[in-house]
């Protein structure tokens, strides 16, 4: 048995729809500019351009139900609601959940103006919210709508069809690009509406079949 020189951390997984088992996540893909409406919102070019990614440690992950400390150091926290495709065995579609990739927009906006690097805008303790994952075979997405409501407001809505980059394309860029393993999540991009959330508000994500995500900021 291998010997530690402290106890290490507890793997991070999340739940399985209809099943006691649980889901071990081992890294987390994000794709940025994936819906036409949200690239115009964020006054970028619409163009089915190169996709990009960038990446969540596991440990950034919040279950459904959980409460969320207000992150520090930003004035305008985003939230941008997402399909969130899990990566099983033989590199195959196990599942999708739903999830909130939150973003220090005032952080990511200053690292875009001095071609930095986005990790303190994305990659922040609390910053991946995800739902119970549904496995793939128990649902049908071709006409899923994706939706997020703050405080019981729709302010996110979108098809998941109008994705530019579609989940396969995705998977296949990851496969070959970067170290795509079972575990993986993909955060697939976000749809129109972005904003800012405060202290006491409530973000709950859907999408037609999947489980919600619902969390709160304290
Ligand atoms: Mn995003």
């Known amino acids: 048995m291998?010997?530690?020189?402290?106890?290490?951390?507890?793997?991070?997984?999340?739940?399985?729809?209809?099943?006691?088992?649980?889901?071990p996540v081992r890294r987390v893909y994000c794709i940025g500019k994936n819906y036409a409406d949200h690239v115009k919102e964020m006054g970028g070019d619409i163009g089915r351009s190169e996709p990009i990614f960038f990446t969540k440690a596991a440990e950034t992950i919040v279950q459904s139900g959980q409460d969320i400390p207000f992150p520090p150091n930003t004035t305008d926290l985003h939230?941008?609601?997402?399909?969130?495709?899990?990566?099983?065995?033989d590199l195959d579609v196990f599942g999708y959940g739903?999830?909130?990739?939150?973003?220090?927009?005032?952080?990511?906006?200053?690292?875009?103006?001095?071609g930095g690097p986005w990790a303190r805008a994305?990659?922040?303790?609390?910053?991946?919210?995800?739902?119970?994952?549904?496995?793939?075979?128990?649902?049908?997405?071709?006409?899923?709508?994706i939706?997020?409501?703050?405080?019981?407001?729709?302010?996110?809505?979108?098809?998941?069809?109008?994705?530019?980059?579609?989940?396969?394309?995705?998977?296949?860029?990851?496969?070959?690009?970067?170290d795509l393993q079972p575990g993986d999540l993909i955060y697939t991009g976000t749809p129109a509406g972005v904003g800012p959330v405060r202290v006491g508000d409530e973000l709950s994500?859907?999408?037609?079949?999947?489980?919600?995500?619902?969390?709160?900021?304290?």
């Not at 990659?123 to 899923?144: G, I, Q, R």
């Not at 994500?205 to 304290?218: H, S």
Request: with cysteine.
């Open 2 to 23: 291998t010997e530690y020189v402290f106890p290490p951390h507890d793997p991070v997984s999340l739940p399985i729809h209809g099943s006691d088992a649980r889901f």
């Open 79 to 89: 939230y941008e609601v997402e399909l969130v495709v899990a990566i099983g065995p």
């Open 98 to 114: 739903v999830g909130i990739d939150l973003t220090r927009r005032d952080l990511q906006s200053a690292a875009k103006k001095k």
């Open 122 to 145: 994305k990659n922040f303790n609390h910053s991946a919210p995800c739902s119970m994952l549904t496995p793939a075979a128990n649902v049908d997405l071709a006409k899923a709508r």
């Open 147 to 178: 939706v997020l409501r703050k405080n019981g407001d729709i302010v996110q809505h979108g098809a998941l069809s109008d994705m530019i980059w579609g989940i396969d394309e995705i998977i296949e860029r990851l496969r070959t690009d970067m």
């Open 205 to 218: 994500g859907g999408v037609e079949g999947l489980q919600r995500i619902t969390v709160r900021f304290v």
